[in-house]
């Protein structure tokens, strides 16, 4: 069945630790790919997006991702947390030509400050 | 920009009761919509979604109905609550480049 995966649900690391954060997609043909992130008590927030050419996209906060398509991959990166980076954070799939916007898990990021 | 409007807030109803949730939208036309149930350790949970009036994509088998009266209306119902259908609903406008929230609304069915 097509889905996304997000693994390793919750996360802790401490500030100025590296973060990354797998997303896998069954979905075959071509896609847009999503990382939204919801902090304490706010709204989903699009944090970054891809939809063609340069595979490595840079986002709000210092994050980026970078697509791998051998892969089905979209993993997210940020070099050095901070504590207002504590959020749960969501990747998402669209398949070119289908209305669908099917997301992932979740990962809930804990940084200690 | 894009406003979505959703409520209540929050909901708490009895088991068996009916349910109406409704999202309206404000600057855009024809919007693709979505119904989402947020749920801790599961994340988004694609429910319904719609890309015009009266055109519903139902994602799972379940409790709940979706439907579009109009444009930029989305109402998602429910005959007759199931303990199980507590939960943060949301909804969502956007789709295939960018999607944007409701505050949502968050269910309990007692």
């Known amino acids: 069945a097509q889905s996304v995966s997000q693994h390793n649900h919750h996360v802790i690391l401490s500030e100025a630790a590296s973060l990354e954060l797998g997303c896998n997609y069954s979905?075959?043909?071509?896609?847009?790919l999503f990382w939204y992130v919801q902090y304490p008590g706010q709204h989903l927030q699009l944090l970054l997006k891809?939809?063609?050419?340069?595979?490595l996209v840079k986002g709000i906060k210092g994050f980026e991702a970078e697509f791998i398509k051998s892969k089905f991959s979209f993993n997210l990166r940020k070099p050095s947390v901070q504590w207002s980076d504590t959020a749960e954070y969501f990747c998402a799939v669209n398949v070119w030509g289908n209305n669908r916007l099917a997301f992932g898990k979740g990962n809930q990021v804990v940084v200690i400050p | 920009s894009q406003t979505i409007h959703q409520w209540p807030a929050t909901l708490v109803q009895p088991v068996g009761s009916p349910l109406s949730l409704e999202c309206t939208v404000e600057?855009?036309?024809?919007?693709?919509l979505y119904w989402y149930r947020q749920a801790a350790g599961r994340g988004l949970q694609l429910l319904f979604y719609?890309?015009?009036?009266?055109?519903i994509s139902s994602e799972v088998p379940q409790n709940l109905s979706a439907s579009r009266p109009q444009d930029r209306q989305f109402i998602l119902s429910s005959k007759k609550l199931l303990l199980s259908d507590s939960g943060f609903y949301l909804c969502?406008?956007?789709?295939?480049?960018?999607?944007?929230f409701g505050q949502g609304t968050r269910l309990t069915v007692v």
């Open positions: 891809y939809f063609s050419g340069d595979p």
């Open positions: 600057g855009t036309s024809n919007p693709n």
């Open positions: 719609s890309v015009g009036i009266g055109q």
């Open positions: 969502a406008v956007g789709g295939a480049t960018e999607a944007f």
């Open positions: 979905y075959g043909g071509t896609v847009n």
